[in-house]
């Protein structure tokens, strides 16, 4: 279990001081201190006047090459300097809490009425912010309609977590609503878990009205291996807009969704399960119903800090080396200059 950070910085800092002779150079010669060095070639027989090139595209080129060489110099100098990137890891040393959510996946949850959003896409970010906020924990998904499917067991690998989370769309497990094979397949997940909190976090929108194990039996299930039950009734009441592509037929289904469901029942399974419910109806309304799950679920953890450091200094040099090729190309090759 591990979070990491990474921090540019350079080890020399004292190099930069190099840098001063940019401005001093250009100083100097605009003081006429330091002059280019020339060499005249008088031909006796030329009565005429000395050629000039006044070209503009010769201009714009010459600039170019003092910008090449300036910004040679300088990557030259930054090399110098001993730039690394820190990577600092936080190495949790004991473990978090289990936190499994089940997501309900049914076609009415792509009713649009949380801020624009569906009720997926919704519940998917307020998990998403929660996961980024909990390096600690571990986190579990099983997705349920009709039927039910472990996603991703618990796990500190949040990164994995939440590319199965992406995954998920509606309508992919049917169209009913088994609230009770979700909840027992979440506790089956969970049993045998060492975590010292264990908890899961029930999204849904709808009444259980398919599978043949009734929610009130998986309640009391994890209340005998010690889990914490919470419901969040997602949704607002009323018609509300829906659209979603069958994932099955790829058909699209699009007009009105009557949200109408009774919460009692998803009040009675917090309950039993010694959690809480919340009725969501906004964004808000489910960052502060998974913040306080996050309080709640909350253990101490002991922990140390890993670092490692990466060298650029040759990233720098390479830049140098074709920093200063262009301003020499542009000025001996294109500009033809001795």
Same mark, same amino acid.
């Given at each position: 279990?591990?979070?990491?950070?990474?921090?540019?910085?350079?080890?020399?800092?004292?190099?930069?001081?190099?840098?001063?002779?940019?401005?001093?150079?250009?100083?100097?010669?605009?003081?006429?201190?330091?002059?280019?060095?020339?060499?005249?070639?008088?031909?006796?027989?030329?009565?005429?006047?000395?050629?000039?090139?006044?070209?503009?595209?010769?201009?714009?080129?010459?600039?170019?090459?003092?910008?090449?060489?300036?910004?040679?110099?300088?990557?030259?100098?930054?090399?110098?300097?001993?730039?690394?990137?820190?990577?600092?890891?936080?190495?949790? @040393? $004991?473990?978090?809490?289990?936190?499994?959510? %089940? #997501?309900? &996946?049914?076609?009415?949850?792509? *009713?649009?009425? !949380?801020?624009?959003?569906?009720?997926?896409?919704?519940?998917?970010?307020?998990?998403?912010?929660?996961?980024?906020?909990?390096?600690?924990?571990?986190?579990?998904?099983?997705?349920?309609?009709?039927?039910?499917?472990?996603?991703?067991?618990?796990?500190?690998?949040?990164?994995?977590?939440?590319?199965?989370?992406?995954?998920?769309?509606?309508?992919?497990?049917?169209?009913?609503?088994?609230?009770?094979?979700?909840?027992?397949?979440?506790?089956?997940?969970?049993? @045998? $878990?060492?975590?010292?909190?264990?908890?899961? %976090? #029930?999204? &849904?929108?709808?009444?259980?009205? *398919?599978?043949? !194990?009734?929610?009130?039996?998986?309640?009391?299930?994890?209340?005998?291996?010690?889990?914490?039950?919470?419901?969040?009734?997602?949704?607002?009441?009323?018609?509300?807009?829906?659209?979603?592509?069958?994932?099955?037929?790829?058909?699209?289904?699009?007009?009105?969704?009557?949200?109408?469901?009774?919460?009692?029942?998803?009040?009675?399974?917090?309950?039993?399960?010694?959690?809480?419910?919340?009725?969501?109806?906004?964004?808000?309304?489910?960052?502060?119903?998974?913040?306080?799950?996050?309080?709640?679920?909350?253990?101490?953890?002991?922990?140390?800090?890993?670092?490692?450091?990466?060298?650029?200094?040759?990233?720098?040099?390479?830049?140098?080396?074709?920093?200063?090729?262009?301003?020499?190309?542009?000025?001996?090759?294109?500009?033809?200059?001795?």
């Amino acid at each position: 279990m591990k979070q990491m950070l990474r921090l540019p910085l350079f080890e020399n800092p004292a190099a930069f001081l190099f840098l001063a002779a940019i401005p001093a150079l250009f100083i100097l010669r605009k003081l006429r201190v330091f002059k280019k060095i020339a060499f005249p070639l008088v031909f006796s027989d030329w009565k005429g006047k000395s050629f000039v090139w006044k070209g503009r595209v010769s201009g714009v080129l010459g600039v170019l090459s003092v910008v090449f060489s300036v910004l040679g110099y300088a990557a030259l100098v930054c090399a110098f300097a001993d730039p690394v990137i820190k990577k600092q890891e936080k190495i949790y @040393t $004991s473990r978090g809490a289990d936190i499994l959510f %089940v #997501l309900d &996946t049914s076609p009415s949850m792509a *009713a649009r009425d !949380i801020a624009g959003m569906t009720r997926l896409e919704a519940a998917k970010q307020g998990i998403r912010t929660l996961v980024n906020g909990n390096r600690g924990a571990a986190f579990g998904l099983v997705a349920m309609a009709s039927e039910a499917a472990a996603v991703v067991p618990p796990t500190t690998d949040h990164e994995l977590f939440l590319r199965r989370l992406d995954s998920l769309v509606t309508g992919g497990l049917g169209e009913g609503t088994a609230i009770g094979i979700g909840l027992s397949s979440a506790v089956y997940h969970l049993i @045998t $878990s060492s975590a010292p909190k264990k908890c899961i %976090v #029930l999204i &849904t929108d709808g009444e259980n009205n *398919a599978g043949s !194990i009734h929610p009130d039996t998986a309640a009391a299930l994890a209340v005998e291996s010690g889990i914490t039950l919470y419901t969040f009734g997602i949704g607002t009441k009323g018609a509300v807009p829906i659209e979603y592509v069958d994932p099955q037929t790829g058909k699209v289904h699009a007009g009105y969704y009557d949200s109408e469901f009774d919460s009692s029942a998803l009040e009675q399974i917090a309950a039993a399960g010694g959690g809480r419910y919340f009725g969501i109806e906004s964004t808000q309304a489910l960052a502060e119903a998974l913040e306080m799950v996050s309080r709640r679920q909350k253990v101490l953890q002991t922990f140390h800090y890993k670092s490692s450091n990466r060298d650029l200094y040759s990233y720098f040099l390479i830049a140098s080396a074709v920093l200063f090729f262009l301003g020499w190309f542009i000025r001996h090759i294109l500009l033809k200059e001795i």
